[in-house]
């Protein structure tokens, strides 16, 4: 018999109590969509990487804080937010972020005409997307990728829901015309 | 019968490329992107946007190690830019933070103006955000956080 599934609440109240297998589980639940943000935003493995280990165990840290105002994951996402944010800023200081893809960094190997053909368009969405602002480009990855409602966009964004779906539209809106 | 306008459509595109839509409101989106080559557009935009980013190998037991060894804080990657950014992180952490608070106050005591409540419950009840320019739209956002 497997055994009894643990409620999310149960689960970080454990962890909140430095239970180790708790906060293992969360960062196994969360790390892939607390790194996908990170890299949306920054467009940037290895930054991605550095800023997905630091928003989980700073997350970790500070369970404290989350009062379950907002869904967990959406506070995690937020913290992973400005954790990426926080590294881009100091990154742009120092030099311009490579534009890096997904796709660039595995081999293309593909059979199938049709489906490079939608893969070369994906990789090419995926590179005209960082060439948005990082709030739209957020407010974008948010929405369609995390299946975030405007609010929770706005929660994580750390501003208005009218203005998270501003952005959300101002992002598609830029990406579509760039795409063209 | 398409009931669905085109705005209502494209607030409904991420939920449809997810397939979480309920059976009914899948089926009105499927009937307004058939006969709509606009929305259409947008729809294979998303579904174009909703590729794995696949996460690094390694990336998910480095943390896991971190935790277990209760660095919770302090453990970074070895090797790949070092442990001088784990000593500017904190600083770092504290910084980002102090400034998403003082936007958050800002945004606060922004809210407190009439004009740009108008303009957010404005945007909240407006369907046709799609249908504004660019430039529209930046115009709506900077009166939204001005």
């Known amino acids: ?180 | 019968m398409n009931d669905l306008d085109c705005a209502t459509t494209k607030d409904l595109l991420p939920e449809h490329a997810a397939g979480t839509l309920e059976g009914g409101a899948a089926a009105r989106v499927r009937a307004h992107l058939s006969g709509c080559a606009d929305c259409r557009g947008e729809a294979e935009l998303l579904s174009l946007l909703r590729t794995d980013v696949e996460l690094p190998a390694g990336l998910e037991e480095r943390v896991v190690l971190a935790v277990r060894s209760g660095a919770t804080r302090q453990a970074r990657r070895p090797g790949v830019r070092g442990y001088a950014m784990a000593a500017t992180l904190a600083f770092a952490a504290v910084t980002s933070s102090l400034i998403w608070q003082s936007l958050r106050n800002g945004e606060r005591a922004t809210a407190d103006s009439s004009g740009a409540v108008a303009a957010d419950v404005n945007v909240l009840r407006s369907p046709g955000l799609s249908a504004l320019s660019e430039e529209e739209l930046m115009m709506l956002l900077k009166e939204i956080e001005s």
């Open chain 1, 1 to 180: 018999m497997s055994p009894a599934p643990v409620s999310e609440a149960a689960l970080i109240d454990r962890a909140r109590a430095g239970d180790r297998d708790a906060q293992e589980v969360l960062v196994r639940q969360h790390l892939r969509d607390v790194y996908r943000v990170a890299f949306r935003v920054l467009g940037d493995r290895d930054l991605a990487e550095d800023a997905a280990q630091d928003a989980m165990l700073n997350a970790l840290a500070a369970l404290d804080r989350f009062r379950g105002a907002s869904s967990f994951r959406t506070w995690l996402l937020r913290i992973a937010m400005n954790s990426a944010l926080s590294i881009g800023r100091r990154k742009t200081r120092r030099r311009e972020i490579a534009l890096v893809t997904e796709q660039h960094d595995t081999p293309a190997e593909e059979d199938a005409e049709n489906s490079a053909v939608a893969k070369s368009e994906a990789a090419r969405a995926a590179e005209q997307l960082k060439r948005l602002p990082p709030k739209q480009r957020a407010a974008v990855e948010l929405r369609v990728n995390q299946g975030l409602s405007y609010a929770e966009v706005g929660e994580v964004l750390q501003c208005s829901e009218g203005a998270a779906r501003v952005n959300y539209h101002l992002g598609i809106k830029r990406l579509r015309e760039l795409m063209q």
